[in-house]
């Protein structure tokens, strides 16, 4: 499938580009350049940055907490519009306490959102800390109403 196809069935005027890891795609500066018509957002776990970003808005979803390899770059961190950390267990929202605290000293945005096998399991608890630590909750509606 070539971009020009996928911009071919393009209906919408706003794009999301998420799914593995986006700024590692050899197309990324491209795909961008295609869709420069369009608003787009761009959801990575911050691993790698991408100069080809200008205008896009960034959401900063790490990893790091699961892999001690998957390094948040600090320019991606820099660069980002907000932070959505995804949770299992408290301990995975206090790993990233300061990245936290640095995005709510910017005014950005910052969501917590549940693990989906968590989901029923975590709920109380994600409703907990985003009252205690002044943060959003994300929920992944799609999910909850059975749209895949």
Known sequence: MT???IKSQLQSDK?????GEPFVSPDFSYLLLELNE???SIETSGIRYSAAVTNE???LSP???LNKKALVNEQVAERANELKIVVAKESDFSYYSDLVQSFKEQN????????WSAMSQ???????????????LSLQTHKLIGVR
């Open 15 to 19: 794009i999301v580009i998420t799914g």
């Open 63 to 65: 990893k790091e907490h």
């Open 3 to 5: 971009i020009a196809y």
């Open 108 to 115: 950005k945005p910052v969501y917590i959102q549940p693990e």
């Open 122 to 136: 975590s709920l109380e608890m994600l409703i907990e800390l985003a009252n205690i630590h002044n943060v959003m």
């Open 38 to 40: 369009k608003v787009v």
């Open 57 to 59: 808005w960034v959401t």
